[in-house]
């Protein structure tokens, strides 16, 4: 069986802005075989011994003056013992090993290598390595970081307007300087479409969305900080969301917000606009959003906040409220997403159909319903053929991919489709280095092939980037329950829960199991029938092994009769546990559970 923890790809460039490429001669060849020395000898390098022989044979070729000669007749000779009648059509092995040892340095300079002074890299299309200096990184932050600074200087002192220039207490000034700060985040981020960018709506892929400054509905310059603080807290917070293109504005206490903001977002096709107001009486803030679509006019979504009235505890109430309101408009299954799946957005026009696959294939990842697997992958599989640089399309691909592989859902067998996946991935991450749903993908890819203590790390630092994400808080606690750890994994799933909108059906399996695993069968059972609810195949496992246990025999013949139509985990279902990366005292308590329910049926 094949090393597939070598296979995994990482974010490839991402702390090398551009692949600045140096030539040989710009490096000290000490410095670089000292660089090879640091990779080599590393517990984080995942490569096996001889593609780290065929490491340091090219590198050593390279610095001699040879690279001319690194063929893969040669490395097959010098590194793989091939004899001269090697043919490289009939024998593969320096392809496929240069293919792997480039996944092993991509994973180690997102990990342990990711502050080394040189990057060594194989470009593809050759076996000759390159040395890559960090000082361009540097530069470029640095020029970054000075661009930030005169951000922030020019938030501040729109801030400072906004203010006032005299008799302000401190707790304004301290709200004014919040406000900056997150502000000046923000448009760091959105820097080049803060005034709608330059670009058509129907040039890209995704659909854009607008904060529009909130209003204040009451007097008084408490309700004016809360209202412009909830406004910049939220764009904040949306923009560690994927899938749509962030818009914000300069914040105005003075314009009439709906009959401004909608009619210019449709005249410069913008999908949605988010509205806002806060109102403060009889000790309570009241903040009110709405969801607009900008092409129909028609409100998507709204939603009333109340919270009692705290002068004191402002910034507190204004980064709550952000957070909320966040959570529902820009995760995965929130209103934004919903209201584009329904077709109600005249914005879902040919010039998206890329985004539409996408928006499908994440459809099918509710329910992992074998119905919905073949058309959404075909669909994705015609998207980067049609539009190969959009980094989702291709991490959709790779998370179906590795589904066909673990489910059994096509006909390649496991490692071909895990090959499949771990390729699409690396297109994502190459396109978009730090784009969070490819590196949801990457996460997931780290479990499947059985790097599990990589998948939690990565997952955690996800989680870190965005608390108010569902979906990455989900695969958190399944992941965590899946490999035993119940009090964590559980805890996180229904923090996942109570964040979503309407959280798919298998947020709650793992809840089941670990209530079927401590004997809690009724509560098994009722978890397991939520979960149920959209025909999972699993759900009906669990349904079985807790039905059984209760000597219902009638609600276990019909579990086990639905049971029967999810035919890879029917047949085989030790097998197909723990190709989900399961524990193995889960499995064999499931698998004896379902042993149990079978013989409970046939007496």
């Known amino acids: 069986m094949q090393d597939s923890r070598s296979e995994l790809p990482a974010r490839e460039e991402a702390d090398f802005p551009g692949n600045a490429r140096l030539d040989v001669q710009e490096l000290a060849p000490d410095s670089v075989f000292s660089q090879l020395d640091r990779i080599c000898t590393s517990p984080h390098f995942q490569a096996s011994e001889r593609r780290r022989a065929f490491l340091r044979f090219i590198v050593e070729e390279t610095l001699s003056g040879r690279a001319e000669r690194l063929k893969g007749y040669t490395i097959a000779l010098s590194v793989f013992g091939r004899d001269e009648s090697f043919d490289p059509q009939a024998d593969p092995v320096v392809r496929l090993e240069a293919r792997r040892l480039r996944r092993d340095l991509d994973s180690y300079y997102i990990d342990a290598g990711q502050n080394d002074p040189i990057r060594i890299s194989i470009p593809k299309g050759s076996y000759a390595p390159s040395f890559e200096s960090r000082k361009t990184l540097l530069a470029g932050r640095l020029a970054s970081e000075q661009s930030s600074e005169r951000r922030v200087d020019e938030v501040t002192s729109r801030s400072a307007e906004l203010a006032g220039k005299s008799n302000k207490s401190a707790l304004f000034r301290r709200l004014s300087a919040a406000a900056a700060l997150i502000a000046a985040i923000a448009i760091g981020a959105v820097a080049s479409l803060s005034y709608f960018g330059r670009s058509p709506f129907g040039a890209s892929r995704e659909p854009g969305v607008l904060v529009a400054p909130f209003e204040a509905l009451s007097p008084g310059e408490s309700t004016r900080y809360l209202a412009a603080g909830v406004g910049q807290e939220l764009i904040a917070n949306l923009f560690h969301f994927s899938g749509f293109r962030l818009y914000t504005s300069p914040v105005s206490l003075n314009q009439d917000v709906r009959s401004t903001w909608l009619p210019l977002a449709r005249d410069r096709g913008v999908a949605y606009v988010v509205n806002g107001s806060v109102q403060t009486e009889d000790g309570n803030v009241r903040v009110t959003v709405s969801v607009a679509n900008a092409t129909t006019g028609g409100i998507v979504w709204t939603k009333s906040y109340s919270r009692p009235f705290d002068p004191k505890s402002l910034i507190t109430t204004q980064g709550m409220l952000a957070e909320e309101i966040a959570e529902v408009i820009g995760q995965p299954y929130g209103v934004v997403r919903a209201d584009m799946s329904s077709g109600s957005s005249s914005a879902t026009t040919s010039s998206m159909d890329s985004y539409n696959c996408v928006l499908r294939a994440h459809g099918y990842r509710r329910t992992f319903l074998r119905a919905e697997f073949t058309p959404a992958l075909q669909c994705l599989e015609r998207t980067v053929q049609r539009d190969p640089d959009y980094s989702d399309a291709w991490a959709m691909l790779g998370w179906l991919h590795l589904d066909a592989g673990r489910l059994g859902f096509d006909a390649d067998d496991r490692q071909t489709e895990y090959g499949k996946a771990l390729e699409a991935i690396n297109n994502a991450i190459r396109l978009r280095p730090k ?79 670990s209530h079927y695993m401590t004997g809690d069968y009724q509560q098994a059972r009722t978890t397991a029938e939520r979960s149920a609810l959209g025909d999972s195949g699993f759900s009906q496992l669990v349904l079985a092994v807790s039905n059984a246990e209760l000597g219902d025999r009638g609600g276990t013949q019909k579990a086990l009769d639905k049971l029967a139509l999810y035919e890879p ?8 546990l723990r190709r989900q990366g399961i524990a193995e005292r889960t499995v064999d308590a499931l698998v004896a559970g379902l042993a149990k329910a079978r013989s409970l049926v046939a007496r």
Do not use: C, M
Not at 481 to 507: C, H, M, Q, T
Not at 569 to 576: E, M, Q, S, T, V
């Open 435 to 513: 784009s969070t749903l490819a590196l949801k993908a990457l996460a997931a890819a780290y479990h499947f092939t059985g790097r599990y203590e990589d998948s939690e790390r990565l997952t955690r630092q996800l989680v870190a980037l965005n608390p108010n994400d569902p979906e990455i808080l989900a695969q958190l606690g399944w992941r965590l329950s899946v490999r035993g750890n119940f009090e964590e994994g559980v805890a996180v799933l229904k923090r996942a829960i109570d964040r979503s909108l309407n959280p798919p059906n298998w947020y709650f399996h793992f809840i089941a199991v």
């Open 569 to 576: 985990l029917a047949r085989d279902p030790d097998g197909f």
